[in-house]
Each structure stands twice: as structure tokens, then as C-alpha cells.
């Protein structure tokens, strides 16, 4: 069956970084673009980081860009989020989603960024 499963949160302290990952199986994972959003307690799913099909293209929310780095491995049926200067603001649940016709997501990951 389908399956995307995020792991790497954890607590950093700010400045810090972190790298998730996000391992899909059960579809063909080269043919979706893949998104990293993420959810702070309170506050509604945010869009942080999109990556084709191919990796030819990415896209970043303002509030991550020149910090965080999507990318992935089409072999390895994987993307990343490679996160640098995690600030306070960055704690969050981070989900990854694949998409193509239908949608499919992760369970989330925790990170929290706290000193």
C-alpha cells in the first residue's frame, strides 16, 4: 500500500540544523512532485518547499528561502528537507505530500527549535 514516512525531527537548539527525510513507497515516485508543509500548533498547514518530478525545479516559502533545501533521490525513493538556521518559528509538525492525480501524505515529524 501507500506509504510516506517522514523521520529526522527531533529538538535543535536555534541556529541549529536538521535534515528530514521522507521514504514513499507503494506508487511510482518518480512521476509526483513532492512537497514539504508543516503545521504549528494553533496555526494552519503551511506550504514550505516543493520539488518536481524530475528535480529540475523547486520552490520555497518566503520564510525558509536561503535556509532550507528540498531535494530528493528517485533511486532511493526519497526527498529531503535539509533545514539551516532554525529559528523558534521553525518548530513545527513537518508532512511531507506527493502529488500527481491524487494526493497522498506523510504522518508528520515533529521538529522543535528551542534553547
Known amino acids: 500500500q501507500v506509504q510516506l514516512v517522514e523521520s529526522g525531527g527531533g529538538l535543535v537548539q536555534p541556529g541549529g540544523s536538521l535534515r528530514l527525510s521522507c521514504a514513499a513507497s507503494?506508487?511510482?515516485?518518480?512521476?509526483?512532485?513532492m512537497s514539504w508543509y508543516r503545521q504549528a500548533p494553533g496555526k494552519e498547514r503551511e506550504l514550505v518547499a516543493t520539488?518536481?518530478?524530475?528535480?529540475?525545479?523547486?520552490n520555497y516559502a518566503d520564510s525558509v528561502k536561503g535556509r532550507f533545501t528540498i531535494s530528493r533521490d528517485n533511486a532511493k525513493k526519497t526527498v529531503y528537507l535539509q533545514m539551516n538556521s532554525l529559528k523558534p518559528e521553525d518548530t513545527a509538525v513537518y508532512y511531507c505530500k506527493a502529488t500527481h492525480v491524487i494526493q497522498y501524505w506523510g504522518q508528520g515529524t515533529q521538529v522543535t527549535v528551542s534553547s
Open positions: 520539488i518536481t518530478s524530475t528535480g529540475a525545479y523547486t
Open positions: 507503494g506508487f511510482t515516485f518518480s512521476s509526483y512532485a
